[in-house]
């Protein structure tokens, strides 16, 4: 709980002695992804077809391993991509290939690999096709095993820039050692503990940064970072903590000063049978850590920060989602999950699950101050290590009940209130920067028989800034396992007076998926682990599919 681990496209690693021959028959595994939308114009939402109206995103992969060797490769199609995505997103080619060989207790990749070191405050690579998001590093990488307990990890390359040119080079090593595996008294009393520590560096070329008319910036070739964490646990509670610290990076995100980044997070949860709570903290500062500094948005960072939000699934609940604020915040996050016993009161025949979420973000510093003693080729701000600003970036309490009422009904309902920052998280306001909402969902599932089920879905948000109230409507119905059939339309009872109705079917059979879906989508911000995009309003044909083999 509150840990957030890294997503691969790779096998984990098996340092166990293969029984079967080295050359031993191999096993082919892939995939087909591919999501297409015929566009249309629409003025009414702001929705442009382009020169392009077909649009797509495609990816086909494919695998061949077995115990000791693997290897993979990723085709990527994105000529005209899906509204939302980067313009340097567009391309085709070779995104990933790879060799990886396990023997004993030796590991080792050459090609384009994903790897965390720690919570990823220093380093984390992954991919987000939902985001556009992969900033792989092609290079190579080694996991040793040499004793029980004991993990060393280096790895060195150029980190994937979309379709371009790859003109930076990070490298770095990662130490973990299990200490209840040497120390006899804490495995007796069924303690784990482990430690770790890590560093990374880039080296970049020079390049030309005035600081006035006359002047450059003297720009450092290689940045480093560590960082250093302990996770201890026994039964059902765990305490983490991680330490990063980056040297001066001078960069686009921090207006090219030459202050120093940290980071320490700080978690605990507890979970027993019905049971648990999370609590956790995070400070960082000066924390944008990009391969290249002088890229903005969504690309290039070598290290990643969890949001330390809660991650909605409903529609108005996502509405106003948090985007990680590198250059400073403070963040605190509670969760409590406690299940209602059966044949009670209040818990029926099958008892009931209820959690309830808190999470408040602020930053180290006001903007007026920031903006004073953060000149370029400076020092930068100077927050001492307890300063807050003076407004919240977001705040959130939320609490949800999940009720299966008997096999034919369960519902589940959900209250949110929230405290959404626009300027900071967005860089704009809508009459008033701060939004205050509050959001009202339902779920509702009814099992006809093992094969026929519908799923509806009522939500309301709440709001006198921005664009004010929005309603939301849905219903799902599964016909044979197989189809689906579904209808669902967003309304801005507010200012706008818009629909956004979108209704879809979709079919599987076997590994195929496809589903169809016919509608509006309205503008608005998508994140995935406190890093968002905007996506625009666009209307058109959506056409999706899936094969696994």
């Not at 700080?266 to 903290?281: D, E, H, I, K, N």
């Not at 609490?399 to 589940?412: A, C, R």
């Not at 507010?494 to 629909?499: A, M, Q, R, V």
Request: include cysteine; proline fraction near 3%; glycine fraction near 10%.
């Amino acid at each position: 709980m509150g840990v957030l681990f890294a997503q691969t496209n790779e096998s984990p690693a098996d340092n166990s002695i293969p029984k079967k021959g080295f050359f031993e028959s191999f096993s082919v595994s892939g995939d087909i992804q591919t999501n297409m939308l015929v566009a249309e114009n629409d003025s009414a939402i702001g929705a442009v077809k382009g020169d392009k109206p077909f649009k797509s995103n495609s990816y086909l992969r494919l695998a061949v391993k077995n115990d000791y060797l693997e290897t993979g490769i990723r085709g990527e199609y994105m000529k005209n991509p899906l509204p939302g995505f980067e313009a340097n997103y567009a391309g085709a080619g070779i995104g990933n290939v790879y060799l990886r060989g396990r023997y004993k207790f030796l590991d080792a990749t050459v090609g384009d690999f994903y790897e965390q070191f720690g919570n990823g405050l220093i380093f984390r690579t992954y991919e987000e096709r939902n985001l556009g998001i992969d900033n792989s590093l092609r290079g190579g990488r080694i996991i040793l095993k040499p004793v029980q307990g004991l993990t060393l990890k280096a790895l060195g390359g150029s980190q994937r820039y979309y379709f371009k040119d790859r003109n930076n080079t990070v490298y770095g090593s990662d130490l973990e050692m299990n200490l209840d595996e040497w120390i006899s008294a804490l495995n007796k009393n069924d303690w784990k503990l482990s430690i770790g520590s890590s560093f990374v560096s880039k080296i970049e070329p020079d390049e030309i940064i005035m600081v006035s008319g006359t002047h450059a910036l003297n720009l450092p070739k290689y940045v480093p970072a560590f960082s250093g964490r302990i996770n201890l646990q026994k039964s059902g509670f765990v305490f983490s903590t991680e330490y990063a610290k980056k040297w001066n990076d001078p960069s686009f995100d921090s207006n090219y000063i030459y202050k120093d980044g940290s980071a320490l997070l700080v978690s605990t949860s507890y979970s027993q049978r019905g049971m648990s709570f999370l609590l956790q903290a995070k400070r960082n500062e000066n924390m944008s850590y990009r391969s290249v500094r002088s890229r903005s948005g969504i690309s290039s960072f070598i290290n990643h920060m969890p949001p330390f939000s809660m991650q909605h699934s409903y529609t108005l609940a996502a509405h106003y989602p948090y985007a990680t604020q590198r250059m400073g915040e403070w963040a605190f996050q509670g969760e409590v999950r406690y299940n209602i016993k059966r044949r009670t009161t209040l818990g029926g025949r099958y008892g009931a699950d209820i959690r309830a979420s808190f999470s408040h973000i602020r930053g180290l510093f006001d903007e007026a101050d920031y903006a004073n003693q953060n000149a370029r080729g400076t020092m930068g701000y100077k927050p001492a290590f307890f300063d807050m600003s003076k407004e919240t970036y977001y705040q959130d309490f939320n609490i949800d009940l999940n009720k299966k009422v008997n096999n034919f009904f369960s519902f589940s309902l959900l209250y949110m209130n929230q405290i959404y920052n626009q300027k900071v998280v967005e860089g704009h306001g809508v009459n008033g920067d701060i939004v205050k909402s509050n959001v009202f969902a339902g779920e509702f599932k009814f099992n006809f028989n093992r094969k026929t089920n519908l799923r509806t879905e009522l939500q309301y948000l709440t709001t006198k800034q921005d664009l004010g109230d929005w309603l939301y409507a849905s219903a799902e119905l599964s016909l044979f396992s197989r189809l689906m059939l579904g209808f669902s339309n967003t309304y801005n009872a507010g200012t706008t007076k818009i629909h956004y109705p979108m209704a879809t079917a979709a079919y599987s059979y076997k590994s195929h998926r496809l589903q169809l879906g016919y509608g509006r989508t309205r503008e608005g911000i998508t994140c995935a682990g406190g890093v968002c995009r905007l996506v625009p309003a666009s209307k058109g044909l959506n056409i999706a599919y899936n094969y696994n083999f």
